[in-house]
């Protein structure tokens, strides 16, 4: 009798969602068209970033980052591919670096959606990835650095307020 065996899924998306207080379209600013702040607010995870062709904010542009990961320094170059200002949404794909080593494919998106009536919103955060093989773990640790992310970026544009 011939047994079906089921293969690991190399293709996966991890999600979370973040409250934060700032005005979302300032969270969505610092994100689409001054990443180099990124590092001001939360310097633990991002040392900086350098646009390395384009005009950041528009759809093409390379951007490569220097972040530590689990406690280890790491570089990455990513392209952005759609951003939608009305909606507060930038994606972007990760084309070379550290993190390919064990991903064929990374792409985050990261949406700022204003609360109704008030200040604040939430921050969504996207990873859709396939990894290169079933040994690879899931980009979770990736997803809470992103979660820390919003959080110390969200305290620092309410410092400046």
């Known amino acids: 009798m011939a047994q079906a ?5 190399l293709q996966g998306e991890v999600e979370a969602n973040v409250e934060i207080k700032a005005p979302a379209t300032k969270l969505f600013q610092l994100l689409a068209v001054t990443p180099q702040d990124v590092s001001k607010a939360t310097p633990d995870n991002v040392q900086g970033c350098r646009v390395q062709g384009g005009e950041m904010g528009r759809v093409g542009t390379l951007i490569t980052w220097n972040y530590v990961l689990d406690g280890k320094p790491q570089v990455g170059t990513e392209r952005i591919e759609e951003v939608d200002p009305k909606k507060n949404m ?19 998106t990261m949406q700022v ?11 969504k955060l996207n990873m859709a990835y396939e990894k290169i093989d079933e040994n690879v773990t899931g980009p979770e640790n990736i997803l809470q ?7 110390d970026m969200d305290e620092m544009l309410l410092s400046m307020e």
């Open 5 to 9: 065996m089921l293969k690991p899924s």
């Open 90 to 108: 930038i994606k972007m794909r990760m084309i070379e670096g550290d993190l390919m080593k064990e991903f064929k494919s990374f792409v985050i």
């Open 145 to 151: 650095m992103g979660v820390k992310m919003f959080k």
């Open 113 to 123: 959606t204003p609360k109704q009536g008030g200040s604040g919103g939430v921050a």
